[in-house]
């Protein structure tokens, strides 16, 4: 049963590696590349995952004597996992903003004409909204 936990344990092992040295290379892609190489990992942190679950099972099977030791490495591993799937995540966001940026671009002269257009529209809402409510102030004095 240990000698399945070991190879579960060397895959985890070369999993984690390949994982952390992609989700290093994300930020300094671009495109498609970029792309691929996210969706290439979010595959490989699901058979993680996967991994994660044959070795809690495996070590259910273990005896009761020597279970104790596996549990804690089995913890330190999906504590592992963890931080790897937060890593992940924030090479994404960071790809997130990056396009963002792209598509909406740092234009402050954009801004600036955003931000009157809401003064406007803001301004028009409070006299529709005093309009409504001077309607209903005579509709109430009517009835």
Do not use: C, W
């Amino acid at each position: 049963m240990s000698s399945d936990f070991e190879a579960y344990e060397q895959d985890f092992g070369t999993l984690t590696a390949e994982i952390t040295n992609k989700v290093g290379r994300i930020p300094k892609l671009s495109g498609e590349e970029k792309t691929q190489l996210v969706l290439n990992v979010d595959k490989q942190l699901e058979e993680v995952r996967e991994l994660m679950e044959q070795m809690d099972l495996e070590v259910r099977e273990i005896p009761v004597q020597s279970r104790a030791m596996f549990n804690s490495r089995l913890k330190s591993y999906k504590q592992e996992l963890e931080k790897l799937e937060k890593d992940f995540k924030r090479s994404r966001i960071a790809y997130s903003d990056e396009v963002r940026n792209e598509l909406l671009g740092d234009d402050a002269g954009s801004s600036e004409n955003q931000r009157a257009h809401l003064l406007d529209n803001t301004e028009k809402l409070e006299r529709s909204s005093r309009r409504l409510e001077a309607g209903y102030q005579i509709a109430v004095e009517t009835e």
